[in-house]
């Protein structure tokens, strides 16, 4: 398997404008999470999926942030309008979540992220 | 409120100097404690997993091991590509992990 993919890998624009982010999970995993990281605060969960519905959003900082996932191997995290405070990288990560031998397994495998650059 | 801390910020070994990395967690009825490897421009990568107090893994030169408050990363013996930064996460069970803001390890030639 390829991994997590992510794209683009680097997106650079200009404060108000739409920014789309894209994730492609691991065939078969069935939760996906999308992450912001910045030097300030670490790696912040914003929000994540179980079979392609949203569970838990409460990471969004504002309304300016939506995410989808029409299907099991496609995500996006839609910024509108950016601002210069969303610079950071963001990434996605997939997980197939179980239990086995009585323990619940749930590692979460990353994709090597998208750095956006509001100016 | 479930919060994971690390210790210390950075980290700069000889070759061969062993030592270890501190993640402390109040995570209220914790379900997993992970533990990634970040390298610059990467996304962490995922290393152990560990689950009750008392439990040990190991890989390579690294050791994790978990107390009821705290976990470890041993190294021993580290080599310049051990350098990283190396984050722990903590989880209740609810899918959802709460990261530390990581260690960042530089192992000197």
């Known amino acids: 398997d390829a991994g997590v993919i992510q794209s683009p890998r680097h997106e650079v624009t200009e404060m108000g404008q739409e920014v789309t982010l894209r994730c492609k999970p691991i065939?078969?995993?069935?939760?996906l999470f999308w992450y912001r990281q910045t030097m300030m605060r670490g790696l912040e969960l914003l929000i994540y999926?179980?079979?392609?519905?949203?569970?838990?959003d409460s990471g969004m900082p504002e309304d300016r942030f939506s995410a989808k996932m029409p299907n099991a191997s496609f995500s996006t995290l839609k910024i509108q309008p950016s601002e210069p405070r969303d610079s950071a990288v963001y990434f996605c990560a997939s997980s197939l979540a179980g239990l086995a031998g009585g323990r619940m397994y749930n590692e979460q495998f990353f994709g090597p992220g998208t750095r956006l650059t509001v100016l | 409120e479930d919060q994971v801390t690390q210790s210390p910020e950075a980290l700069r070994l000889q070759e061969g100097e062993s030592s270890s990395l501190n993640c402390s967690y109040t995570v209220s009825g914790l379900r997993g404690l992970f533990w990634y490897r970040q390298d610059p421009g990467k996304g962490p990568e995922f290393l152990f997993t560990?689950?009750?107090a008392g439990e040990e893994k190991e890989k390579e030169r690294l050791k994790a091991t978990l107390t009821k408050k705290e976990s470890f990363l041993h190294i021993t013996a580290p080599k310049p590509e051990d350098s990283a930064t190396y984050l722990c996460?903590?989880?209740?069970?609810?899918?959802?992990?709460?990261f530390g803001t990581g260690t960042r390890l530089k192992v000197l030639a």
């Open positions: 996460a903590g989880t209740s069970g609810t899918y959802k992990y709460i």
């Open positions: 065939s078969g995993h069935d939760y």
């Open positions: 999926f179980n079979n392609n519905v949203p569970i838990d």
């Open positions: 560990l689950y009750s």
